[in-house]
């Protein structure tokens, strides 16, 4: 148990989070059940797969851990969406806007609260102007996060120099890696580690769009999703414009699970790529040289 969530397997000297790689399984699954069945003409034959997904998320959700449990369930979502079904299928069309209305209602339990969530979690919640709380729990870690990228300016205070990762932002090394770079190497670093990010994930969308088929562009596609949905929960917690939910930032902030997953994701991805390019050249040789 970490911070009242049980989300971690102790194996030694080392521990393993199932939940970061649940992502992974789902983005498969769903990959290789819409790739085979896309054609299918039985009605509802998509439910299965998101019933399946589902089921994994609700299993995360009483951990509890609500900032996987919204990666995965937006995750699902925007799979789902993805996928090319035929546009006159009514069906599809119920379901996608009875998604877009979940998307919402559960937008609005996270913004507002709600009885099913513990004390920690209800906390979290209320997240707005932390500076004007900063002795109170829920705006001590965001404000000294907001002070780390105040102290940085523009080039930094220099490698090592941080003062916010000593006492005063706690567990700085995992949310709240980002502010502390920041702090140390100023927003020059800062952007480019966020336009580091908006290329990888162009590039992602870029491999879903050239892949062979559609199991290969839904995974790519999971991939570009994923790891947006993490920088988004992250930055978002620590600039006060979200609730804290405790989400890593991919590559980026400490932990095994959340890097591994990563980039297992990252190396089906360049797999899709390689398939995808293979399947272009086969088809520029059979047309022969241009000339």
């Known amino acids: 148990i970490t ?25 498969i699954y769903m990959a ?15 439910l299965r797969p998101i019933i ?10 009483i951990q509890p851990d609500l900032g996987t449990t919204a990666i995965m369930g937006l995750l699902v979502f925007f799979i789902f969406m993805a996928v090319p079904f035929n546009k006159d299928d009514k069906d599809v069309k119920i379901v996608r806007i009875l998604g877009v209305c979940g998307i919402i209602l559960v937008a609005a339990f996270m913004m507002f609260g709600g009885k099913f969530l513990n004390s920690e979690q209800t906390s979290r919640l209320n997240y707005r102007a932390p500076c004007t709380r900063p002795a109170d729990k829920t705006g001590y870690q ?15 205070v220099g490698l090592g120099n941080s003062t916010q990762k000593y006492l005063y932002l706690p567990e700085a090394h995992t949310d709240f890696i980002f ?22 994930l162009f590039r992602c969308l870029k491999i879903a769009k050239g892949a ?55 190396f089906l991805t360049l797999r899709v790529s390689y398939e ?3 399947a272009k050249e086969k088809r520029q040789n059979k047309k022969g040289p241009t000339r």
Request: glycine share 12%; net charge positive; proline share 3%.
């Open 3 to 27: 911070n009242s969530v049980r989300s971690w397997y102790k194996f030694g000297l080392f521990s393993l989070q199932p939940s970061e790689f649940a992502k992974t399984v789902v983005i």
């Open 32 to 46: 290789c059940y819409f790739g085979k069945n896309i054609d299918c003409e039985r009605r509802f034959f998509f």
């Open 52 to 61: 399946a997904c589902m089921l994994v998320t609700g299993l995360i959700f």
């Open 142 to 156: 965001v404000c000294n996060g907001m002070i780390a990228i105040n102290n940085g300016g523009l080039f930094g």
């Open 179 to 200: 502010p502390i770079i920041v702090e140390e190497l100023g927003s020059v670093a800062g952007a480019g580690i966020i336009l580091l990010y908006a290329f990888i």
């Open 212 to 266: 062979r088929d559609l199991t290969g562009s839904l995974i790519a596609y999971g991939t570009f999703v994923t790891i947006l949905l993490h920088l988004i929960v992250n930055f978002g917690g620590i600039l006060a414009l979200m609730p804290l939910t405790g989400v890593p930032v991919p590559l980026l902030s400490y932990g095994g699970s959340v890097t591994l997953n990563t980039l297992i994701l990252i």
């Open 276 to 278: 995808g390019n293979k």
